[in-house]
């Protein structure tokens, strides 16, 4: 059982900055791929940002350019650094982790965090 716990968000003014952390209860060595998505009021939720096990990163369309994610095994910890902040970006943020092995996959979420960006 893995846990995630998200932190970091908060408001923001437009072109500001903000950095979240996922910390995991246990190792993320391990974890397949782990990456953030949103979910902003009225709307499905989306990738924001993945990164896989060898440090391929993979981003949505809409914040190419200006998020990054990163991850620090030593500290169980996936980051996403975000950049030139947008009013649509304001959603909340959900820390995902998967773990594959020969005969099954494990999908956990974090409980999410609010980013609110202000114009």
Known sequence: QVQLVESGGGLVQAGGS?????????????????????????????????????????????????????????????YLQMNSLKPEDTAVYYCNAVFSSDISLSNYWGQGTQVTVSS
Do not use: H
Request: with cysteine; charged share 20%; glycine share 10%.
């Open 18 to 78: 903000l950095r979240l952390s996922c910390a995991a209860s246990g190792s993320i060595f391990g974890a397949l791929v782990m990456g953030w998505y949103r979910q902003a009021p009225g709307k499905q939720r989306e990738l924001v940002a993945t990164v896989t096990s060898n440090s391929r990163t993979n981003y949505g369309d809409s914040v190419k350019g200006r998020f990054t994610i990163s991850r620090d095994n030593a500290k169980n910890t996936v």
